[in-house]
């Protein structure tokens, strides 16, 4: 259409990768491993806490940054749980982790800005550096070094173009959750080239064998140039409810302000009363739900590792493990496309997170049951074992 302005004409149209294959499709017998959608129900209490509000009549325009005595809780909880030293008026409560990301690369890149993101990436990230009129540009991770960061690959894609660093830890696709030497590497960049860091850590609460969350803003010098992105979509099973918050350096709020008070004014009054309840809440309930997620990882990434072709390192973090299928001779989308038109099960091509994810799929374990993830394994072994030898 002609009056399409050029931000979405001249950027690439979005890919759902498989869950539009699968939803075009017409199957119903699907198993639905390609999205990072929480398989639990949101907690009582939180759910309680929210008809509660609605009941209490609040039900009316609030705080453009949040409720106050939300900021207050999610203060104390980054004190003690990110090390993060923040008053509430360094703290505005978002809709989900998209729209603090959205804001923040509304108000910091400007067209023929360039922002770099770890490979594989997540593809969401891309779009919204595309619609401010920026350049996404890639630095590759590599999967025989575990996909750790590499700071020499970030330093050969900066240019005097370069003003973000995207980072995703925990990670997805890859379920690595970042050592300090990492992280520290990786601030030393950022404040050596004066850079932004925009944090996403959606899975922070998502944690196995002991593995430990740091944000990168807790470092020293990172607090004046990291905008810490975080939700509850995951780690409390709400990806519906559309909550999370942003932490950013104090000269930042006002233009973070106008992005988000013009876009969507404020978040919903009566499910910040939800937001309250999840910080507030007995820590029992979101161990609980960890525990679920714990032992659904170690069902799948227990029964890949038993499969000839298929060796599956053991995610730290997040909802997903991200096999390397290469011994199966095929490509990572030939996979997908096969596992799901001869099985049914749904899985998403690692190349769909960029050149880096070849060779391997990323396979959800939060969004399923544990006799899925059964049912997906003897699945994914049938095709696999009948798979012809590649040619030497
Ligand atoms: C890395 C990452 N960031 C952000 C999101 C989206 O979060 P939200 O639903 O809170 O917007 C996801 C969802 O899968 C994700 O994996």
Known sequence: MKHLARRITQTSPKSFGMYARAAQSGRDDLIHMELGRPSADTPAHIKEATIRALRDGEVHYSDLAGQPHLRAALADKLK?????????????????????????????????????????????????????????????????????????????????RTKMIVLINPCNPTGRVYDRDELEAL?????RHDLIVMSDEVYEDILYDGAQHLSIGALPGMGERTISLFAFTKSYAMDGWRLGYMVAPAAA?????KITANDVTHVNTFIQEGALAAVTGDPAVLAGLIAEDA?????LVGALN?????????????????PDISGTGLTAQAFADRLMDETGVVVEAGSFYGAAGEGHVRICFGSVTLDEIDTACARIRAMVGALQPTPA
Request: charged share 20%; net charge negative; proline share 7%.
């Open 253 to 257: 709020m006002d233009a973070l302000l």
């Open 187 to 191: 601030a030393e960049i950022a404040i």
């Open 80 to 160: 003690t749980r990110n090390n993060m030293d923040v008053g509430p008026e360094r703290i505005i409560v978002t809709n989900g982790l998209t729209h603090g990301s959205y804001a923040a690369i509304m108000a910091f890149l400007d067209e023929g800005d360039e922002a770099i993101l770890l490979e594989p990436f997540y593809p969401q990230h891309i779009g919204k550096i595309e619609l401010a009129g920026a350049r996404p540009v890639l630095a590759r991770l590599d999967a025989a070094n575990d996909y750790r960061i590499d700071p020499a690959a970030i330093e050969a894609a900066i240019t005097e």
């Open 306 to 322: 038993q499969i000839p072709g298929i060796t599956c390192p053991w995610p730290q973090g997040t909802i997903y493990a991200f």
């Open 295 to 299: 032992e659904k990882r170690q069902r």
